[in-house]
């Protein structure tokens, strides 16, 4: 007689070893729910970036006067929704010294170049866009 099947007479265990399979099977159950859970995560929060976007790229800016500042960008946004952007200027510290929201209707364009002018409490050095989103 073996030492496998002396130990397995003694302790009370099966003398033929379990399939792989069988030994792992609650690994392989758990790893299943968890990639099934991330999966729905990631298609429900749109966590991959697949869904409707909202995005600007600057192009430059133009000092009108000491008190107004024109924003030049470039507005990429899915066609068919609402957008808003933000605009700032900001002055020689940094501070912002202008700011306005625009909101822009539906088009079926997918890329628009836009340019807003705003007001500024104090001469700006800078004119940008902070952010587009969806409405």
Not at 26 to 35: H, K, P, R, Y
Not at 119 to 125: C, I, R
Request: with cysteine; aromatic share 8%; charged share 15%.
């Amino acid at each position: 007689m073996s030492t496998e099947n002396i130990l397995a007479d003694r302790y009370g265990r099966p003398a033929t070893p379990r399939g792989p399979i069988r030994r792992n099977l609650g690994v392989i159950i758990t790893s299943a729910v968890i990639i099934i859970a991330l999966t729905l995560w990631a298609i429900s929060t749109d966590a991959l970036g697949f869904g409707p976007q909202a995005e600007a790229r600057d192009l430059g800016y133009k000092n009108l006067t000491d008190t107004s500042v024109t924003v030049e960008f470039e507005l990429t946004a899915t066609p068919g929704h609402e957008v808003a952007c933000a605009i700032q200027a900001k002055n020689t510290a940094f501070a912002i010294v202008g700011w306005k929201v625009f909101v822009y209707p539906p088009s079926s364009q997918r890329i628009r170049d836009i340019s807003e002018t705003i007001t500024t409490s104090q001469p700006a050095t800078t004119g940008l866009v902070y952010r587009c989103w969806l409405t």
